[in-house]
């Protein structure tokens, strides 16, 4: 008995022993914190657990899974969980939640994209079956993504959470700050932290907060990556946040390809990251750098004078105002970025700088998403995209998906990606399935049809107290969420 309560005693010290840290690192979801709404897509759940979690590499690891095993026809997925996993409530988890979390999430069809799914269902506690109405590989990003809910979720969940993840809920003020404790339910490694407070600030007061002292850790856009207050330390993370141009295959301009190919080859993306994003980014060439699903020769050598031929020998000839036309049609394009948005007004600006001694007229122009949506069809806009899964490709350049919501936007067809992308979709496993991903890249692609102009990938930096410990941060993807969060069991306060 006496051991009994001296392990609770010592766990109870550590537990009291625990800093209290705040961090101001945005990503305030407006539908709360249900990933039946798609809280978590981007980044870590932190209330919940998922079945499975990626390591700083990107490495596939168990979470509540321990077992995932996918059939012959690639149509039935059968995952066996680990054992004595409870809520933060203390009520048992079992593979009847995670049946009820797959079908309610399908039901909902929201940003979970489940719509291959059949049915989920649990075959005993610890086992639950998934089936496909066709093989489709990359459903398994909802492994990775979806957190589970229990069976009495319902209206309200996303402000009262209730899950296995490390932490839970202790209040939220909608636009000021959220409080979280440790969940002392949780089945993988103590928290290490007594409480975590999010403070939901603006870019400018985040890092006035830091000054104060009054935060560990705050998340700045390229512009204040600089400003390091004392005290403090700068860490950028490598990300696959990526922002590009989006080129309409029908627009007058940008539907040419011999316009597409002479912006790819004639942007100077090394000075384009140094002035409109101070460095701190790294130039892109398509939506998936450096991961393993990214065409393995998807680059260009910044080359004016090639990009010049380009234009000459498909007819675009210079104006007296340096602007070249073909057939009375000038190479002249809006460049659409949301208001509000620093980083992509830089870039968006920057790059018209670069476009013109081509003879291309980029003009920047800001505006709501809503005035974006009605033009992104005939428009380049600089979006943002960046994904752990290869699913992005398929939702940017997959022809069926042209013109649905955010997906597709500038409209690409061809039928050469659209049969690799069947052909990765069956694959056996999601590694087996990263060839033909990356072979569609030689069509879509700088060495293909140029279908976009991608700019940079940006890294996200944090200004972080210099006694606090974050260990490596893993490859983050597009900056919605908390993915910093990602490796919070490993991080530590190394001061007394």
């Not at 719509?115 to 079956?129: F, G, I, K, N, Q």
């Not at 295959?249 to 040419?256: E, H, K, Y």
């Not at 290869?390 to 061809?414: C, K």
């Amino acid at each position: 008995m006496r051991i009994t309560l001296a392990a609770i005693l010592l766990s109870a010290h550590a537990a009291l022993a625990a800093p209290d840290i705040v961090l101001a690192i945005g990503g305030e979801p407006e539908t709360g914190f249900d990933p039946i709404l798609g809280w978590g897509g981007y980044g870590n759940p932190l209330f919940q657990s998922t079945l499975l979690k990626r390591g700083p590499d990107l490495e596939t690891q168990a979470d509540l899974a321990t077992d995932w095993v996918l059939s012959d026809d690639r149509l039935v997925w059968t995952l066996t969980l680990r054992e004595g996993v409870k809520f933060s409530d203390g009520t048992a988890l079992t593979a009847q939640d995670v049946a009820f979390t797959f079908n309610t999430a399908k039901a909902a069809a929201g940003t979970v994209d489940l719509d291959v799914m059949r049915s989920a269902e649990a075959l005993d506690p610890r086992t639950v079956r998934i089936v496909l109405d066709r093989p489709w590989i990359t459903f398994t990003e909802a492994f990775f993504t979806l957190g589970i809910v229990p069976r009495t979720y319902g209206p309200g969940y996303g402000r009262n959470p209730i899950g296995s993840g490390p932490y839970r809920l202790v209040s939220w003020r909608e636009g000021e700050q959220l409080i979280v404790a440790p969940n002392p339910h949780y089945h993988g490694p103590r928290a290490p932290f007594g409480q975590i407070t999010f403070l939901f600030t603006g870019e400018d007061t985040g890092l006035a907060a830091a000054r104060a002292g009054q935060v560990q850790m705050v998340a700045v856009p390229a512009q204040l990556a600089d400003a390091v207050p004392p005290g403090f330390r700068a860490v950028p993370v490598r990300t696959v946040d990526s922002r590009g141009l989006s080129l309409p295959m029908q627009g007058p301009v940008t539907g040419d390809p011999a316009i597409r190919r002479a912006m790819n080859l004639g942007l100077d993306r090394d000075l384009l990251v140094d002035v409109a994003l101070m460095g701190h980014g790294t130039p892109a060439f398509g939506p998936a750098d450096g991961l393993p699903w990214a065409g393995k020769d998807d680059r260009v050598d910044f080359d004016t004078e090639a990009a010049m031929d380009v234009l000459d020998a498909a007819g675009w000839t210079p104006g007296t105002d340096g602007i070249r036309a073909r057939d009375g049609v000038r190479a002249s394009f809006a460049v659409n970025y949301p208001a509000g948005d620093s980083t992509r007004q830089a870039l968006a600006e920057t790059a018209a700088e670069l476009l013109r001694p081509l003879g291309i007229e980029a003009t920047p122009k800001g505006g709501s998403w809503d005035a974006i949506g009605r033009v992104m069809g005939a428009e380049p806009v600089v979006f943002g995209f960046g994904s752990h899964s290869p699913y992005q490709i398929y939702s940017l350049f997959a022809e069926r998906l042209g013109g649905v919501e955010y997906m597709n936007p500038s409209h690409y067809a061809n039928p050469a990606v659209d049969a690799l992308f069947e052909q990765a979709q069956g694959a056996e496993s999601l590694d087996a399935s990263y060839a033909a991903w990356s072979q569609a890249a030689d069509h879509y692609g700088v060495r293909g049809d140029n279908s976009w102009l991608w700019l940079a990938n940006l890294d996200h930096v944090y200004l972080v107290d210099d006694c606090l410990d974050i260990g490596r941060p893993g490859i983050e993807p597009h900056g919605h969420g908390w993915p910093i969060t990602a490796g919070i069991a490993d991080w530590r306060w190394t001061c007394e």
